[in-house]
């Protein structure tokens, strides 16, 4: 008899979380581990929110939050999004919640019935597909690789949908690639969406503020499709406010209704007090945010270069978030000391033992054969841990 649920059974564990894990048994055993697994900036968070929080808690914010979020969190992301993106909400489209990733397993589980298909862009982050299966739904992934820097196109996209399509999952600035869309190939995307009315798109921007080429482009910005998307976002990345857990959407009314429905049964609002610090990130000082975007470019170009010099890598230039996602394939089927190196989780799990470098491989996100860095990390680590990392490979015959 299997206690546990067919659901639960169904789930794979989180990759990045394991060789996080994995790293941090290293270093308690006194080893000095680089972790490039983990989508965490190295940043404190900002002063001024840090001090917003604490003023909270003098203020006595100690009581449970309305379900959706405070009122002035939900005003402040409303005007966030019409001055920063030219959209219009009310913060009755505006769902809070504790942490992106709640706020997406909200969506995927008002809108998504039994065995109704998600597409999903691969390389993908690790946990759509498993949140896809939580609402019982079916993953339909569209493989884009490194040569088209890893954007999926109009003609891909039309060729996955199906009757049964019920939703498609954007991510831009990615995790893993970096990679970001412009305006234009957001713009061709849309016309294939605007043929199939009946199809939810569910645009995760988590990492809009860090973006090297221009102003963020989002797909909702198309009239055509704002009754349908679905945009998820929050403070964790562009505030270095993860452990805060505050994520939120931005909805048709309905689909916001939806969610607070099933938040208010199962978390209700998120923490009072990390409210009121996302409370004082949108409405504060925004240099934080421009010097963290600058930093991460610089590590960006650093580790790029460095990747680029090791003989049999194949690297692109990523465009945004703080990940670069690159093709090992040239050192899979080799073997140090007998051991045979097989696929690229087995190249990551051979760099944390022989290199003492945590990374995470390619397949967890749908794309066998590459490897992600995350770069979010100082200068000197990412010297370090590419130096490393080339003598380990070179290891291999």
Request: proline fraction near 5%.
């Amino acid at each position: 008899m299997n206690l546990l649920s067919a659901k639960l059974a169904a789930l794979s564990p989180s990759e990045t979380f394991a060789m996080a894990q994995k790293s941090n048994e290293l270093k308690a055993q006194g080893i000095d581990v680089i972790n490039l697994s983990v989508g965490e900036p190295d940043f404190f968070t900002p002063n001024h929110i840090k001090q917003a929080a604490k003023q909270a808690i003098d203020n006595n914010f100690s009581f449970y939050s309305p379900v959706p979020g405070f009122l002035d969190l939900r005003e402040a992301i409303c005007r966030k999004l019409k001055n920063e993106n030219g959209l219009d909400y009310s913060p009755a489209q505006i769902v809070v919640s504790s942490g992106a990733k709640q706020s997406l397993c909200n969506v995927l589980m008002s809108i998504v019935d039994k065995d109704e298909e998600v597409i999903i862009p691969a390389p993908y982050w690790v946990s759509y597909p498993e949140m896809v299966k939580l609402a019982e739904g079916k993953s339909v992934f569209i493989d884009a690789d490194i040569h088209q820097d890893f954007k999926i196109t109009p003609q891909q996209l039309e060729a996955a949908i199906t009757p049964k399509t019920k939703a498609f999952i954007l991510c831009s600035p990615s995790n893993p690639t970096g990679s970001v869309y412009t305006k234009e190939e957001l713009k061709t995307l849309a016309v294939v969406l605007e043929k199939y009315p009946n199809i939810f798109i569910i645009s995760d921007e988590i990492y809009e503020h860090i973006n090297y080429i221009s102003k963020h482009e989002s797909i909702s910005q198309f009239d055509t499709l704002r009754d349908r998307v679905i945009i998820i976002n929050g403070v964790s990345k562009g505030y270095a406010m993860t452990g805060w857990r505050i994520g939120w959407i931005a909805a048709p009314q309905w689909i916001a209704s939806a969610c607070s429905l099933l938040q208010g049964q199962y978390t209700s609002g998120a923490c009072s007090i990390a409210q009121k610090a996302a409370l004082a990130a949108y409405t504060g000082d925004q240099h934080c945010v421009s010097e963290m975007r600058v930093a991460f470019e610089r590590r960006r170009n650093l580790v790029v270069k460095l990747l680029s010099e090791i003989p049999n890598l194949e690297v692109n230039m990523p465009t945004g978030a703080f990940y670069v996602f690159f093709r090992c394939e040239n050192y899979l089927g080799k073997s140090y000391n007998g051991k045979l190196i097989d696929t690229a989780a087995d190249l990551a799990m051979y760099l944390l033992e022989e290199a003492h470098v945590a990374c995470v491989g390619g397949d967890a996100f749908g794309a066998p054969g590459y490897l992600r860095f995350s770069y979010a990390v100082s200068d000197e680590q990412i010297e370090k841990a590419v130096a490393r990392v080339k003598i380990a490979l070179l290891k291999l015959v």
